[in-house]
């Protein structure tokens, strides 16, 4: 079966959005993207952008503290039957990592479904995450959804991105993070990463 649902997960500086923008670059695709505030906000914030305009005003009474778990369980499966018969083919969901519980109550309703309706959820997610987090991503398994885990450069491409006798004191330094050999690579005037990397500036 294709995963439907998938996870870009790594540490912050490591290139989650950037090689999930190349990727959608190389496909001709676009998405349309819920962003996860790090700042307290509404229940169901990242996908508010993604829900038809039908429904999208109707999301705090069921997830307040107080509303029992009936009708939560209710304007969930609506809110997902909404997604996958009316939203978006692509869904970007960024930041994850501070994502509401009813959010990502919503994102594992949605999953169940989205192989059936040709609907594609990607997120990326800050790894580790908070456990309330990172259980509830780990439970989407069961759903086909796939983790895309990073990691930070190795010594070679360090080096590919400033050169062989630096690399050693530069991955030291910046502990491979894409992001910070990047910089440190354009100080040398450097600034192009290999065609493989595709994590460090958008190409």
Known sequence: MT????????????GKTTLVDRALRQAGATAVRGYCPAEP?????????????AVAPDL????????????????????????L???????????????DVASLDLLRHVAQGAAGAGVTVVGT???????????RLADLARYGAVRVPLSPF??????????AASAPAVLARTGGL?????????GRGRATCPPSCGRCWPR
């Open 85 to 99: 018969a009316g939203g978006p083919p692509l869904i970007l969901l960024e930041d994850l990592h501070w994502a």
């Open 125 to 135: 997610v800050r790894s580790p995450s908070p456990d309330a987090v990172a259980l």
């Open 178 to 186: 894409p992001l910070l050999v990047a910089a440190v690579g354009a």
């Open 41 to 53: 906000a509404p229940p169901l914030w990242p996908w508010r952008a993604v829900l038809p305009g």
């Open 60 to 83: 705090q009474a069921p997830f307040e503290p107080t509303a029992a778990a009936s009708a939560r369980f209710a304007a969930l499966a609506r809110l997902s039957d909404a997604v």
């Open 154 to 163: 190795t010594l070679d491409e360090v080096a590919r991105l400033v050169d």
């Open 3 to 14: 995963a439907r649902t998938a996870a870009s997960m790594a540490s912050a500086g490591i």
